[in-house]
C-alpha cells in the first residue's frame, strides 16, 4: 500500500514558478514510477511527467522545457518544478505511483488528492 500527499500548490502570476511535492508512504516507495498528472475544468486528466526508480523521465509535450521532475527516494519525496508558468497550466495537480516502468494512466495503482494551480494573467 502506498499514500501519496501532494503540496505547493497555489497562486502564482504568469511566468513566475512554482514547486509541487508529492510524498509518498510506503515500504518500497523508491521501487515505484512515480508520474504528475493535471486536470482543468471541463477536461480529462492529462499525463505530465513521470520518473522511474533509476531516475529516468519523461514529459508530455506541454512540460518539455518549463516543468523538471525529481525525486528523492531518502525523503520519498517527488517534485515537480514549475517553471514560466501560463494561465493554461491552470488545474488540480495530482501526484500517483506505478509499480510498472512507464505506466499507462491506467496502471497508475495509487493516487493523491491533488493541489490546485492557479496561474494569473
Known amino acids: 500500500q502506498v499514500h501519496v500527499v501532494e503540496s505547493g500548490g497555489g497562486l502564482v502570476q504568469a511566468g513566475g514558478s512554482l514547486r509541487l511535492s508529492c510524498a509518498a508512504s510506503?515500504?518500497?516507495?523508491?521501487?515505484?514510477?512515480m508520474g504528475w498528472f493535471r486536470q482543468a475544468p471541463g477536461k480529462e486528466r492529462e499525463f505530465v511527467a513521470v520518473?522511474?526508480?533509476?531516475?529516468?523521465?519523461r514529459y508530455a509535450d506541454l512540460a518539455k522545457g518549463r516543468f523538471t521532475i525529481s525525486r528523492d527516494n531518502a525523503k520519498n519525496t517527488v517534485y515537480l518544478q514549475m517553471y514560466s508558468v501560463r494561465p493554461e497550466d491552470t488545474a488540480i495537480y495530482y501526484c500517483?505511483?506505478?509499480?510498472?516502468?512507464?505506466?499507462?494512466?491506467?496502471?497508475?495503482?495509487?493516487w493523491g488528492q491533488g493541489t490546485q494551480v492557479t496561474v494569473s494573467s
Open positions: 500517483a505511483a506505478a509499480r510498472s516502468m512507464w505506466p499507462r494512466i491506467n496502471e497508475y495503482d495509487y
Open positions: 510506503g515500504r518500497t516507495v523508491s521501487t515505484y514510477s
Open positions: 520518473i522511474r526508480s533509476d531516475g529516468s523521465t
